[in-house]
């Protein structure tokens, strides 16, 4: 006599019924898995079949160690398309649901395989697109949060790969590591400054004057007085040899305009800016003078502003002392300001 068993919707065997005792006692069945004798309809649970096999037990096949029982796989010789549908399992109460189940080693069971759809021609291309783009981003994240890090060795080994990342940042506006040296630099007297012949002559042919403070170190920069020899936004750029060093800046009635104070903001040790009567100059461009944060001294006099501006004025934490009369602010803003920043001198005439 031949037993079939089921377990999860998947059927074994046939296994005589000797090595059917065999499986239950080492463990690789369950008594209350589902058995069928071969050439019978109902379902009963294993233990219920061997209890009522009466048979003779069967001698192992040959070449197979009495006692040493082992499923050959070659034995399987029907599967559940075969037996589970020749008739309904009947409901048996599973008293051993939930409790987890072992699978029957040796045994060949009957699954179901699932073919993938393989992936169009487009479709792998468009994937291997995506893989390297998120890979170069993050490549290329590595590489920019090493250098904000590191600037000082990691900018000269992106210059070997032909990658001029000071500049490149430079002209954008937005090179940190230029700024982090130039704030961490102290001013210095104009003995102690040492410049190339052409960046001497370059100061001397602006026309601009330029002597040390009256107290600390640093240099004041005095716009010429003479009208025709007033300075222009391209002279501006005179004095990036000497950035740090200059601590006060005088361009009275200069030509600057909005453009130019964007080398104003290179200065980072300003302390003191006159910016009086220069008429090219208006709202929107004070406000980049914000990235000044040692700016204490600001003389705005007779340029047209607005209202606006205030609020960058309040933000502007390193001010002491504010010359605003004659600009054309309402006395509302003016005196908000003043509520906002009472410890700061201003001057609205």
Known sequence: MNIFVSRDGQTFGPYPVDQARQFLESGQLLANDYALVEGQTEWKTLNEVLANADSPVSSPPIGEKAGNPSLDISQVTQTQQSVGHKSAKPKVKDSNRGKKVHKIKGAKQVQTVYVAQ??????????????????????????????????????????????????????????????????????????????????GQAIVNSGIHISDVDEGKGIRVVSSVDPENAMEDQDLAVLLPIAFDVVSLDLTNSKITDQGISSIVKLSNLKKLILEGSSGITANGIKNLKDLSRLEYLNLIHIKLDDSLIDVLIEMESLRQVYIFQTELSEEAISRFKTARPKVFVNAG
């Open 118 to 199: 393989k992936k169009g021609i487009v479709s792998k291309i468009i994937s291997t697109i995506m893989v390297f783009t998120f890979l170069f981003i993050l490549a290329v994240g590595g590489i920019v949060g090493a250098y904000f890090a590191m600037p000082e060795k990691i900018g000269p080994m992106l210059k070997k790969f032909g990658l001029p990342v000071d500049e490149i940042l430079s002209g954008a506006g937005n090179s940190l590591v230029s700024e982090k040296k130039v704030t961490t630099q102290e001013p210095r007297n104009t003995d102690e400054i040492k410049l190339d012949d052409a960046s």
